[in-house]
């Protein structure tokens, strides 16, 4: 349905009143004309004449009222200049209109108004449980006690010998939460801090339910998002399905229902994954069997196809083993890692086919040339490499396309010599060089999360004539290869809020950008804890905001942490973990790293960074063996693939987004206005009674809610505006108007027009007087007589104007023109007119050209 503004529905009016204006006029004097005779009284012929050259027709039938030659030129001037006037005006009533729209926008001022919480209706407000009273915990396994963790010695002697057990509480004290929690709220009121994020899903996992409530996530998936294509509210968070990344907070809105809606401004935390990617610049090609019902093999006839990543070895020295030793917050060159990488995964898989020797720095031959190929195997009971035409595949293992067995000595293909003994020891260490940590690198701030992969993308058939989304038996296709490289970073983002109706598909996200600052001091100040000796495969390192840059030199403000921590002062933080291709997180069926530990800030973005790097078809493993997100069930999301893997940004993208999705599936935000979870706010559990009441007090405290906050809104209302082009028409129509007003006031005021002039002409060129004129006795002049008088002694006069001729009838109830006696029939009136004028003769127009040069001096 098309929508039509105000302004176009008045134009539409406008156009039909000028066409009723043109046919009215047409059409009435065509009727009228069907049952009108030519004979009539004088009065009769000036009210038609006028009623008739008022109208369209003398223009259309060219009469000679419209007539041009012979007539002065400032009689033709203003005539035409009338019509064009008209014509402008009859336009302007139709365009003009056309401007008029309305609109809603915000007005300049803002409203203070009370928010309240508004619950999701779509599957992840279904599926979202309700929000637990657990404390968080976190556990360093088994050689490490956490800080803040407190251990209970109790030891009892049985006969000689003394047991002793120890107790450790791993309930994050209130002194580790505060300092983050506060520090979030201090930089901006709607920001969230770590302690303000729960996992969506989750299990009360209390050995003991006296001693509280302990969580453990066991991970579901809501609802896919990778198909959506825009930044989106949902329960407890803000997801951009468009390049990546979620904010954290429990959806609140205007309490007041405005007519035309609301808009607002927030800061919101945001954790966003950050990807780069390198195309090997080889290809995977391969032939869809002909059989493929019955067929063992996915594809027939696999085999590399070099376009540049083999042969063009030689144009790029290789890249240095020490350019990357360690990670840190500056100088974390994504790009660079996943090009190093792919020369590496190139030089080694030359090696392999013994298309080079195998010194790095020093290749002294290079035994290929764009377009050739390599074969590979495409099953084998022996292979867990396997590519699909209706998949797209991830994986930390660089060279894992040629099936190697990890072992040395052992090839793994039929088809290569192999005679330098490449494994996958070999290829190992290139995971290691792009990650840049380690599983024994110490959890700080400097231990940087970056997980590399290869991404096998989306295949595309390579033979004319058919659909890549159709797999035919016997056709061919092809797919690309690109290194990855990824990191995860925090930062805050302006985002603005529009909210019209009454449920939470009323409230939209306008836009989103990264806070600007204007100067160092305003930039956040974020911390990492620095956990010593504990390394980052045991210990998670708390994180967040501590407050504005210059909390750290403000002595009032001067901050307290019980532990070690590492600040510094950026638009973003680039978050701490590690992840390579020997422990893979050691992850099982719950998706963290220890029952014990509930602190989903600190490990779902691995999680999820876990996810996009082990893209796998369904059932073959990968993030918790379950969630597809290589496109094998969804033919819109594989088709959505292909688009992406056409570039490297695109193939960048793609881990951007299944991060995206796995992290929102997996947790959410608890801080809205006027809203905070439970366990941010909590004092951890001790033993005795009087803490257990004060407890339950806090608790029914927490139930009856916070003081509402007062939200500074926009709100929308509907204005009427116009679009100025359109006013074009009625602006020439007042400039016309001007230039006429303004000569004829001058001209009244000097006596040179007015109505007594202007109904001396009027009577001039009125028919009934000029045609009474001839055929009135010399009492009976028109000349000078009003409008009554006329009509009285001229204008009832009967008269019979036919093809040029007049005749003039006798008047009903009279005698003759000569004033004889007796009666007479109509007919024989106007005979004995026609004979009276053939002898009256040249008498007559002698008369005539008197009256005629009276009428005119009139």
Not at 121 to 136: C, I
Not at 305 to 321: I, M, W, Y
Not at 441 to 455: D, F
């Amino acid at each position: 349905m098309v929508d039509i503004s105000v302004g176009e529905v008045s134009g539409f009016i406008a156009a039909g009143v000028f066409v009723l204006q043109v046919f009215f006029p047409l059409a009435l004097p065509a009727i009228l004309i069907a049952f009108v005779s030519d004979t009539h009284t004088l009065v009769t012929w000036s009210v038609l004449g006028r009623f008739l050259q008022s109208t369209p027709w003398p223009t259309l039938l060219n009469t000679d009222t419209v007539a041009t030659t012979g007539v002065k030129r400032r009689v033709n001037v203003v005539s035409w200049f009338l019509t064009a006037a008209v014509a402008l005006v009859a336009i302007a009533s139709i365009v003009t209109p056309l401007g008029l729209y309305e609109s809603i926008e915000p007005e300049d001022s803002q409203e203070i108004t009370p928010f309240k919480y508004i619950k999701d209706t779509s599957a992840f407000g279904y599926g979202t449980p309700p929000r637990p009273d657990a404390y968080f915990a976190r556990y360093c396994g088994t050689s490490h006690v956490c800080p803040g963790s407190t251990s209970e010695k109790k030891c009892e002697k049985v006969g000689l010998l003394e047991r002793c057990t120890a107790d450790v509480n791993i309930t994050l004290p209130e002194n580790f939460i505060a300092p983050f929690r506060d520090g979030a709220t201090k930089f901006s009121s709607s920001v969230s801090s770590i302690f303000d994020m729960q996992w969506r899903t989750y299990v009360n996992d209390a050995i003991d339910p006296s001693k509280g409530v302990f969580l453990r996530p066991v991970y579901r998936q809501l609802a896919p998002l990778l198909l959506e294509d825009k930044i989106m509210p949902v329960e407890g968070l803000v997801v951009d399905v468009k390049t990546g990344g979620i904010g954290f907070r429990s959806h609140t809105v205007p309490e007041r229902h405005f007519e035309y809606g609301s808009k607002w401004n927030e800061d919101i935390l945001f954790i966003e994954p950050e990807t780069k990617c390198v195309n090997l610049n080889f290809t995977l090609d391969f032939k869809i069997p002909r059989d493929i019902v019955t067929s063992d093999e996915y594809v027939e006839e696999l085999r590399i196809v070099d376009h540049g990543g083999f042969s063009g070895l030689r144009k790029n020295p290789a890249p240095s083993l020490k350019r990357i030793l360690s990670n840190g917050q500056v100088g974390i060159n994504l790009r660079d890692r996943a090009a190093s990488a792919a020369w590496f995964n190139n030089f080694l898989t030359m090696v392999f086919y013994n298309a080079t020797n195998p010194d790095m720095d020093n290749i002294k031959r290079l035994d290929v040339s764009e377009g050739d190929s390599f074969p590979l195997p495409s099953f084998s009971h022996n292979t867990s490499f396997r590519v699909g035409y209706e998949i797209i595949r991830s994986n930390m293992e660089f060279g894992e396309y040629l099936n190697l067995t990890g072992k040395s000595g052992e090839n793994g293909t039929k088809w290569s010599e192999n005679p330098f003994d490449i494994s996958m020891r070999n290829f190992s260490f290139i995971t290691n060089l792009c990650a840049g940590s380690t599983f024994s690198s110490p959890a700080n701030i400097n231990t940087t999360l970056v997980g590399c992969s290869l991404l096998y993308g989306a295949a595309a058939r390579t033979d004319k004539g058919g659909s890549s989304l159709t797999a035919d038996p016997g056709s061919n296709w092809s797919l690309p290869v690109y290194s990855c490289a990824s990191a995860v970073k925090a930062l805050v983002k302006e985002v603005t809020f529009q909210y019209n109706g009454t449920n939470f598909e009323a409230l939209k996200i306008n836009a989103t950008k990264p806070k600007a600052y204007p100067d160092a001091t305003s930039k956040p100040l974020w911390a990492v804890e620095d956990l010593k000796e504990i390394p980052i495969s045991d210990g998670k390192p708390l994180w967040g905001i501590l407050g504005p840059s210059d909390s750290a030199n403000n002595e009032n403000a001067a901050i307290k942490y019980p532990s070690n921590i590492s600040t510094t002062t950026h638009e973003h933080l680039y978050l701490p973990g590690y992840m390579d291709d020997f422990t893979m997180l050691l992850e099982g069926s719950r998706g963290v790293s220890n029952d014990r530990h509930n602190l989903p800030g600190t490990e779902f973005y691995t999680q999820a960074m876990l996810a996009a790097v082990t893209i796998s078809r369904p059932g073959s493993g990968g993030y918790r063996g379950y969630v597809d997100y290589s496109g094998q069930t969804s033919l819109a999301l594989f088709a959505k693939w292909q688009e992406l893997s056409k570039t490297a940004e695109g193939a960048a993208r793609i881990m951007d987004l299944v991060w995206t999705d796995s992290a929102a599936n997996a947790v959410l935000g608890t801080k809205g206005w006027g809203l905070t979870s439970f366990s941010a706010r909590a004092q951890p559990r001790e033993q005795g009674k009087r803490e257990d009441n004060r407890r339950n007090r806090k608790r029914a405290a927490d139930k009856e809610g916070p003081a509402k906050p007062l939200v500074p809104v926009t709100v929308f209302k509907k204005h009427i505006r116009y679009k100025v082009p359109f006013a074009v028409p009625a602006f020439l129509v007042l400039a016309i108007t001007v230039v006429i007003l303004v000569p004829l006031i001058v001209l009244c005021v000097m006596g040179r027009t007015g109505p007594k002039k202007m109904r001396t002409f009027l009577e001039a060129s009125s028919t009934g007087r000029n045609v009474g004129t001839f055929l009135a006795s010399k009492g009976d002049e028109a000349g000078g007589k009003k409008t009554k008088e006329w009509v009285k002694s001229v204008g009832m006069k009967v008269v019979k104007i036919s093809k040029g001729d007049i005749k003039a009838e006798g008047e009903e109830g009279t005698g003759d023109a000569e004033g004889g006696n007796g009666s007479q029939s109509e007919e024989e009136k106007v005979d004995g007119m026609v004979d009276e004028e053939e002898v009256r003769g040249e008498e007559e127009a002698d008369e005539q050209t008197e009256m005629m040069t009276r009428s005119s001096a009139a």
